[in-house]
Nanobody, 114 residues
């Protein structure tokens, strides 16, 4: 059974930074493409970025140039470094498998004040 636990969210002023972490209990984690998603109030959950097992990455427009995804396969961790945060980045952030989503974790709340 896949378990995903996100952490690292919080309240930050616009222009600030946060680093999110995701602990994933997944077999063969090192070959699984992992994504970060977010859901703002009243909006659908959206993909932010993903990282393949080999470290290759892709970013949605909302994240390009500001966010960096990384992973530690030995620790089964995925990270999201978020810089230059904007109020519109406020959302609950989740990690999940990219190709086929597993059960969602509780996420971690990110609130960016203007």
């Amino acid at each position: 059974q896949v378990q995903l636990v996100e952490s690292g969210g919080g309240l930050v002023q616009a222009g600030g930074s946060l680093r999110l972490s995701c602990a994933a209990s997944i077999r063969q984690f090192s070959i699984i493409t992992m994504g970060w998603y977010r859901q703002a109030p009243g909006k659908q959950r959206e993909l932010v970025t993903y990282i393949a097992g080999d470290g290759s990455t892709r970013y949605e427009d909302c994240a390009k140039g500001r966010f960096t995804i990384s992973r530690d396969n030995a620790k089964k961790m995925v990270y999201l470094q978020m810089n230059s945060l904007k109020p519109e980045d406020s959302a609950v952030y989740y990690c999940n498998l990219y190709v086929r989503n597993a059960s969602w974790g509780r996420g971690t709340q990110v609130t960016v004040s203007s």
